[in-house]
């Protein structure tokens, strides 16, 4: 996965997030990262659905001082 495209997906703990977050690992040119407002919370639901190779980013939309930046390129 060294030379893998990073996908950000937000809303990953509700149905529509972890439906494409449920899609991506099933593609090897992807690495998944997740914004979400609780590790632990996240870590445990994916766990439970089966969803593996995830990295969880903590950190809140509505208060984008929360929000961190690396890895961005465009």
Avoid: W
Avoid at 2 to 19: C, R
Avoid at 28 to 55: M, P, S
Avoid at 56 to 62: K, T
Wanted: proline share 3%; with cysteine.
């Amino acid at each position: 996965m060294a030379n893998s495209q990073v996908v950000l997906v937000l809303g990953s703990t509700g149905g529509t997030g972890l439906e494409v977050a449920k899609h991506l690992q099933s593609d090897t040119k992807f690495k998944i990262r997740c914004l979400v407002r609780d590790v632990a919370k996240a870590k445990k639901l994916f766990k439970e659905k089966g969803i593996q190779d995830v990295e969880f980013v903590q950190g809140d939309l509505s208060d984008p001082d929360q929000i961190p930046i690396r890895d961005v390129s465009y």
